[in-house]
């Protein structure tokens, strides 16, 4: 019996107008968004290797990636020459981290993940970095999190009660939040950014040569699982933690297209679009909005999802799960890696005849 499909297709109302009149072409994207969710992004990979590889390059406008998390490396690899191999990488490089545990500890300490994490980042992009910046289409924009006040410096007790302070703080309300925390996106060649910083306590800086390595390594520091940045080149002073923070999903005021185009494609590992990593757990913030009108997310149908190991998406608990086993976790996510070549392909063939019909409500 066939299993069940891999791909759902969502989209917000102004969205699916525009693909029940002229369908989906890859010269209507304006700007693609890359989520954190640490390894639940493995299963993009086939996605972006065919979109940056393949469907993109059929077309010639320039295109915003923004990403928070494995989301920033993800979609820096999308602006490396060879973007295929560069995904290619990616998934094998991440599936294949590996930290030694002291005795006694059941994780890695901070210090460790953070030293192998940075040393992984510089030979994945080597002498790549001015590739990357100067990609002659794609324009990155890197999110980061910057801490205020008791978060401006990581510390063992203020660090611990500042963030204490910012999740009572979003709980009430999500613009408190920038009380403790700001968006700050580093942007390569004088970009302006594709979406409204209204919503958010927001700084923007340029992202260059002299700080690329800072930037994505802090983008990717979850706190007390890595080491927060401190002061990164050209940046305002302080502590830089994980974009996610602030920006789990990017769950952002997308400016509306100009004219003709301006879509924001979104390949994502689920159907909600959550602001921050501190609403995981406040599912009346979950909603579309009219920030996502004119998104479309590609993601994996939850049944699809029940089939891979474990019947879950890659996710960090799989460290523990597998404790001193790599070779098993490696296993259960190359496995998923596989299976979700059934995402590109299904995503291949429904723009070569794109139906509406199958084009739900985000």
Known sequence: ??????????????ARQHIAREGLRAEDIGAIPAAAGGPKGLVLGPLDRFIFGDWLPRSSQPVH?????????????A???????????????????????????????????????????RSFYGEQVASVLGHPRWRLHVVTARGRHLLGREHRLAT????????????????????????????????????????????????????FFQVVQASCSIPFALRA???????????????????YHLHLCWHPPSRGGGLVLYPHFQRAVVPGWLDKGLRWRHA???FLDHMVVLAPDPAWVARLPNGKLPDRTDFSRYAL??????AAWSAAVAASEQLAEEFSAWIERPDVRHVEAL
């Open 1 to 14: 019996m066939a299993g069940p499909r891999a791909l759902r297709i969502y989209a917000g109302p102004a």
């Open 65 to 77: 990636l923004v990403g928070a998390s494995i989301g920033a490396w993800r979609m820096a690899a």
């Open 79 to 121: 602006c490396l020459p060879d973007a295929s191999a560069a995904f290619a990488r990616l998934s094998h490089d991440y599936i294949r981290q590996q930290y030694e545990v002291a005795p006694g500890r059941r994780m890695p300490t901070p210090e460790h993940v953070s030293e192998r994490f940075g040393q992984g980042l």
């Open 160 to 211: 611990p009660l500042g963030y204490l302070g910012a999740f009572l703080s979003n709980a009430v309300h999500r613009k408190a939040l920038g009380a403790w925390l700001e968006r700050v996106v580093f942007s390569t060649g004088g970009a302006s950014l594709p979406f409204d910083t209204q919503d958010f306590r927001t700084r923007r800086v340029a992202l260059t040569q002299d700080n």
């Open 229 to 247: 940045v401190h002061d990164i080149p050209g940046a305002p002073p302080g502590a830089y933690w994980d974009g996610g923070i602030t920006d």
């Open 288 to 290: 579309a909005t009219s």
């Open 325 to 330: 086993d790599f070779d098993a976790r490696v």
